[in-house]
């Protein structure tokens, strides 16, 4: 199962972005997907995360308010939406999708900075 991630940039600070998640070859449908974030010097953290259904939603603490992940299942394509963004949120952001309990499948990362 490959996953590739797009729309990570520059921009400033208050901006916003939308991450996506796509996979070329397999159907997302039966998976729960997240989104994850590393930051130099730092482990890597868990941000957001939806159910296969797209019923159920768990967000970090630190994105509240300010992040919503979406699925389309027709597009095959999970969307992270990051508004309000702050210079702490610049990072490597990674998809990944489980079937079961593990997050088996990650993408490459897509490269997020937050700088005036």
């Known amino acids: 199962l490959q996953l590739v991630e797009s729309g990570g940039g520059l921009v400033q600070p208050g901006g916003s972005l939308r991450l996506s998640c796509a996979a070329p070859?397999?159907?997302?449908?039966?998976?729960?997907i997240g989104w994850f974030r590393q930051a130099p010097g730092k482990e890597r953290e868990a941000v957001s995360c939806?159910?296969?259904?797209?019923?159920?939603?768990n967000y970090a603490d630190s994105v509240k308010g300010r992040f919503a992940i979406s699925r389309d299942n027709a597009k095959n394509t999970v969307y992270l939406q990051m508004n309000s963004l702050k210079p702490e949120d610049t990072a490597i952001y990674y998809c990944?999708?489980?079937?079961?309990?593990?997050?088996?499948?990650w993408g490459q990362g897509t490269q997020v900075t937050v700088s005036s």
């Open positions: 990944a999708a489980r079937a079961g309990v593990e997050w088996n499948y």
């Open positions: 939806i159910s296969s259904t797209g019923d159920i939603t």
């Open positions: 070859r397999f159907t997302l449908d039966d998976y729960d």
